[in-house]
C-alpha cells in the first residue's frame, strides 16, 4: 500500500504557461506565450530522472498548463518519461492544436490517459467560461476521438454558483461519450477565478449528496477535486443505506481517502517551483536547485499537510480528518493559513480523532 507522506499518487507538472484559451477561473492565468523563466528542455528532463527516487510503486506524471500541446518539446519529454517507467497523462486545452492526429500521437508516444475540460452542457454554457468561442464543440469532438482511440478519458467540470444548475445536464451528456471518470472540481477563488463565485457551504453540502446518489449507477467514475469532505458525505450516506464497513471500504468514495493537497499530491509550476497543488501557491523548493524526493518527505509544509493533526479548527477535530481532511488550498485562500478549516465544509465534528478503521465501522 502507498503511503502518501512518503509518495505522492500523482504529480503534475504545469509544463508551460502559454495556452490559446481565456478561461474565467483559470489557476495559472495562463498566457498567449510562455513566461522567459519557463524550464528548459534540459531542466525538464533532469526534473523527470528525479521521479524514479520515490521508488515503487511511483507517482503518475500528470502533465498540464496553460496547454500542454504548445511546448515543443512535448513528445521528447513524454519519451523520456516513459523511459523512466512514469505514467503519464495529459491535460491538453480543447484548442485547434488538439484533432485526431494529435491524439493518435499522444497514443503512440504512450500516454496513458487524457483529461478534458466539460463546464457547460451547451456552447453558450461553456464558452462563456471558456472565453473562446467553439471550445465546445472541439472539447465534444476531442471526446469523441479519443474514446475511439480507447484512451482513457478523464472529465473535468467546475462546481461553482454560475455552473451549478447546469451540472445534471452535463451529467446526462456525458453519458454518450466512453469517458472513465467524471472529477468535478469545487471552485478554489484564486488567479481568474476570482472573478466566478463559489456555492456555500450549505450548497456544497446539497451537491455532494446529488453526486453520490449518481454515483451509484454512473456508466463512470464520479468524483470530487477541491471538495474532499464528499468522503464524509459518502461516508454518512452509505451509512444511512446501512452498508458495512467492508462494502464502505471497497466503494468508489474510498478511493480518494487520506489524498489531499501535499499528501498524495504534489505541484511542480512551469518555472520549476515545488507546491503542495496547483491550488495551494507555496513553494516549498524548486526543482532547478531542490531534489523532489526530499522536498515531498521532509519540506516543514509537506510535513504538516502529510499530518492531520497539525490542522486547526473544526478540521483538526473532526472524526473524519483522515479520510478527508479538508482542502488545503481552500483554507489558505480564505484564511493565509493552509492547516486552518475548510469554510466549505458545514460539519459539526462530535469526537477530537479517530481512524479510518474506527470511522467506517464505528
Given at each position: 500500500?502507498r503511503?502518501?507522506?512518503?509518495?505522492?499518487?500523482?504529480?503534475?507538472?504545469?509544463?508551460?504557461?502559454a495556452?490559446?484559451?481565456a478561461?474565467?477561473?483559470?489557476?495559472?492565468?495562463?498566457?498567449?506565450?510562455?513566461?522567459?523563466?519557463?524550464?528548459?528542455?534540459?531542466?525538464?528532463?533532469a526534473f523527470?530522472?528525479?521521479?524514479?527516487?520515490?521508488?515503487?510503486?511511483?507517482?503518475?506524471?500528470?502533465?498540464?498548463?496553460?496547454?500542454?500541446?504548445?511546448?515543443?518539446?512535448?513528445?521528447?519529454?513524454?519519451?523520456?518519461?516513459?523511459?523512466?517507467?512514469?505514467?503519464?497523462s495529459?491535460?491538453?486545452?480543447?484548442?485547434?492544436?488538439?484533432?485526431?492526429?494529435?491524439?493518435?500521437?499522444?497514443?503512440?508516444?504512450?500516454?496513458?490517459?487524457?483529461?478534458?475540460?466539460?463546464?457547460?452542457?451547451?456552447a453558450?454554457?461553456?464558452?462563456?467560461?471558456?472565453?473562446?468561442?467553439?471550445?465546445?464543440?472541439?472539447?465534444?469532438?476531442?471526446?469523441?476521438?479519443?474514446?475511439?482511440?480507447e484512451?482513457?478519458?478523464?472529465?473535468?467540470?467546475?462546481?461553482?454558483?454560475?455552473?451549478?444548475?447546469?451540472?445534471?445536464?452535463?451529467?446526462e451528456?456525458?453519458?454518450?461519450?466512453?469517458?472513465?471518470?467524471?472529477?468535478?472540481?469545487?471552485?478554489?477563488?484564486?488567479?481568474?477565478?476570482?472573478?466566478?463565485?463559489?456555492?456555500?457551504?450549505?450548497?456544497?453540502?446539497?451537491?455532494?449528496?446529488?453526486?453520490?446518489?449518481?454515483?451509484?449507477?454512473?456508466?463512470?467514475?464520479v468524483?470530487?477535486?477541491?471538495?474532499?469532505?464528499?468522503?464524509?458525505?459518502?461516508?454518512?450516506?452509505?451509512?444511512?443505506e446501512?452498508?458495512?464497513?467492508?462494502?464502505?471500504?471497497?466503494?468508489?468514495?474510498?478511493?480518494?481517502?487520506?489524498?489531499?493537497?501535499?499528501?498524495?499530491?504534489?505541484?511542480?509550476?512551469?518555472?520549476?517551483?515545488?507546491?503542495?497543488?496547483?491550488?495551494?501557491?507555496?513553494?516549498?523548493g524548486n526543482?532547478?536547485?531542490?531534489?523532489?524526493v526530499?522536498?515531498?518527505?521532509?519540506?516543514?509544509?509537506?510535513?504538516?499537510l502529510?499530518?492531520?493533526?497539525?490542522?486547526?479548527?473544526?478540521?483538526?477535530?473532526?472524526?473524519?480528518?483522515?479520510?478527508?481532511?479538508?482542502?488545503?488550498?481552500?483554507?489558505f485562500?480564505?484564511?493565509?493559513?493552509?492547516?486552518?478549516?475548510?469554510p466549505?465544509?458545514?460539519?459539526?465534528?462530535?469526537?477530537a480523532?479517530?481512524?479510518?478503521?474506527?470511522?467506517?465501522?464505528?
Amino acid at each position: 500500500m502507498r503511503d502518501y507522506a512518503q509518495t505522492p499518487l500523482n504529480i503534475y507538472w504545469e509544463m508551460t504557461q502559454a495556452c490559446g484559451l481565456a478561461c474565467r477561473h483559470c489557476r495559472a492565468e495562463a498566457m498567449p506565450s510562455a513566461h522567459p523563466q519557463e524550464l528548459t528542455t534540459e531542466e525538464g528532463m533532469a526534473f523527470l530522472q528525479q521521479i524514479p527516487e520515490f521508488g515503487t510503486p511511483m507517482p503518475q506524471l500528470i502533465l498540464t498548463g496553460g496547454d500542454p500541446l504548445l511546448r515543443r518539446d512535448l513528445y521528447e519529454l513524454i519519451d523520456e518519461a516513459r523511459r523512466l517507467g512514469i505514467g503519464v497523462s495529459i491535460t491538453p486545452a480543447a484548442t485547434g492544436a488538439l484533432n485526431r492526429d494529435v491524439l493518435r500521437r499522444l497514443k503512440d508516444h504512450g500516454v496513458e490517459g487524457v483529461g478534458l475540460s466539460l463546464d457547460g452542457s451547451s456552447a453558450a454554457r461553456h464558452d462563456a467560461i471558456r472565453g473562446i468561442p467553439g471550445t465546445f464543440d472541439r472539447t465534444l469532438e476531442a471526446l469523441l476521438r479519443a474514446g475511439d482511440l480507447e484512451m482513457p478519458i478523464q472529465v473535468n467540470t467546475l462546481v461553482s454558483a454560475e455552473t451549478a444548475c447546469d451540472l445534471p445536464a452535463i451529467y446526462e451528456l456525458l453519458q454518450g461519450f466512453k469517458i472513465a471518470r467524471w472529477s468535478l472540481f469545487f471552485l478554489i477563488s484564486v488567479g481568474r477565478g476570482k472573478v466566478l463565485q463559489p456555492l456555500s457551504a450549505e450548497g456544497a453540502e446539497a451537491m455532494m449528496e446529488w453526486v453520490y446518489q449518481i454515483s451509484k449507477t454512473a456508466p463512470f467514475v464520479v468524483a470530487t477535486t477541491e471538495a474532499p469532505s464528499y468522503r464524509r458525505v459518502a461516508l454518512q450516506e452509505m451509512r444511512a443505506e446501512g452498508m458495512g464497513g467492508e462494502t464502505m471500504r471497497k466503494s468508489k468514495a474510498a478511493r480518494g481517502f487520506g489524498i489531499r493537497d501535499g499528501n498524495g499530491i504534489m505541484f511542480v509550476s512551469n518555472t520549476g517551483d515545488i507546491c503542495p497543488a496547483g491550488f495551494l501557491p507555496l513553494v516549498a523548493g524548486n526543482v532547478r536547485r531542490d531534489r523532489i524526493v526530499d522536498t515531498y518527505r521532509n519540506a516543514p509544509l509537506f510535513q504538516a499537510l502529510h499530518d492531520p493533526s497539525t490542522f486547526k479548527g473544526r478540521c483538526g477535530v473532526c472524526e473524519y480528518h483522515t479520510v478527508c481532511g479538508g482542502s488545503r488550498a481552500r483554507a489558505f485562500q480564505a484564511t493565509g493559513n493552509p492547516l486552518a478549516s475548510d469554510p466549505l465544509c458545514q460539519f459539526v465534528p462530535r469526537i477530537a480523532s479517530v481512524h479510518f478503521e474506527t470511522v467506517v465501522t464505528g
